[in-house]
């Protein structure tokens, strides 16, 4: 096989995106996320940025044209302005699209040079407009901070996507008022179901999870939608509001399969690649890193580790209604690798 043919798993999925976990700390502590006292990773298990750009150099080598930096939060990372300019030496050279998930808490900081990067688009994560309700869910974050951030975003060009967890009991009632703050703003906004990663008791998750197909459904009693035959490849699945033109995605891991047309791979900090969010399953990719300057050894770890690449996730609330049962449940928190 030609060295840099592109990666294509067993089930005939070709893989040409990629999420690297550069840190997983965080300056928040989202209650669906992390626990109140997370025990960290020690510093010097982490990858350097350098590693982390041999990594990430190699997937685009072998045919990776998208690649999203998460975390944790991403920019709490110590230079990973660094990093960035780093990778956007490969757009437009094999690499499409040079992206970012983030809390938004340091956006005000780095939004212009995010944007000189060619960095187009960011994904900002904010599940309540209401500070009290912010304040309670982040644990530590303060949404005027986060608010600035999106501003500034906006004003560096970006475009941004907010991205909301459902969550029972808690923003169910904001639906509306989200939806009208990102039509004025000009944000896309998409919906996710809280997934049951990291341990923090069944109860909890249960209390947590709020079905998206309800959600939905009020929308449609006030809005006529209209299913967009948009695909990228994950959960997300997009309609279009006829009412007012936005665009509004829905990601249900839970209750929709999506993995038939997955297309990516998550890479942590300490350069463990999961080839599914859902499974434990990894392969070690530091030691084939460190093992050889030369991107021979690396290459087949990364080939050797796709053909590993499950057919799907074992993510199961259905259960729940006769019980209160979560399977498929990970011990991984979403932080390890990356959302
Ligand atoms: N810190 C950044 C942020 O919050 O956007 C990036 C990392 S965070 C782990 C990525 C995304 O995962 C966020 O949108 C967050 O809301 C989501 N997330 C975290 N834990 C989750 C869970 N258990 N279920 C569903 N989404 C979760
Ligand atoms: Fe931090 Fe993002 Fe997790 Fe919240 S969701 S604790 S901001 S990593």
Not at 141 to 149: A, F, I, K, N
Not at 329 to 335: G, K, L
Request: hydrophobic fraction near 35%; charged fraction near 25%.
């Amino acid at each position: 096989m030609d060295a840099l043919a592109p990666l294509v798993d067993p089930f005939h999925r070709p893989i040409s995106y990629l999420r690297v976990s550069v840190t997983d700390r965080c300056d928040f502590r989202c209650t669906y996320c992390m626990a109140e006292h997370m025990q960290f990773l020690p510093k010097r298990d982490l990858l350097t940025l350098e590693e982390l750009d041999r990594l990430c150099s190699a997937f685009v080598g072998l045919g990776v044209r998208k690649l999203r930096v998460t975390g944790g939060e991403p920019l709490v990372r110590r230079n990973i302005m660094e990093f960035f300019r780093a990778m956007s030496r490969h757009l437009g050279q094999g690499l499409d699209e040079l992206t970012l998930t983030t809390n938004g808490s340091q956006l005000a900081r780095f939004a212009q040079e995010l944007a000189d990067c060619g960095v187009k688009r960011v994904n900002v994560s904010l599940d309540t407009l209401d500070p009290d309700r912010f304040a309670q869910i982040t644990r530590w974050g303060r949404l005027p901070q986060v608010l600035e951030g999106i501003a500034a975003a906006k004003a560096a060009g970006l475009r941004v996507k907010i991205n909301t967890v459902a969550l029972k009991g808690f923003n169910e009632d904001e639906l509306f008022s989200l939806l009208d703050w990102c039509a004025g703003e000009g944000h896309d906004l998409t919906f996710i179901e809280v997934m049951p990663m990291g341990d923090m008791g069944e109860e909890q998750r249960l209390d947590q999870y709020s079905a998206l197909s309800d959600l939905r459904g009020r929308l449609q009693e006030r809005f006529t939608l209209t299913p967009l035959a948009e695909r990228t490849g994950g959960p997300a699945r997009y309609v279009r509001v006829n009412d007012t033109g936005q665009k509004i995605g829905f990601i249900t891991p839970l209750t929709h399969n999506f993995c038939e047309s997955c297309n990516r791979v998550r890479l942590t900090c300490t350069g463990e690649l999961f080839m599914c969010l859902g499974q434990e399953d990894r392969a070690d990719l530091r030691a084939p890193l460190r093992a050889s300057d030369d991107d021979g050894i690396l290459r087949d770890a990364i080939r050797e580790a796709i053909t590993r690449k499950p057919k799907g996730h074992d993510f199961d609330y259905s259960r729940r209604a006769d019980g209160g049962h979560v399977s498929g449940q990970m011990p991984r928190f979403m932080s390890h690798t990356g959302g």
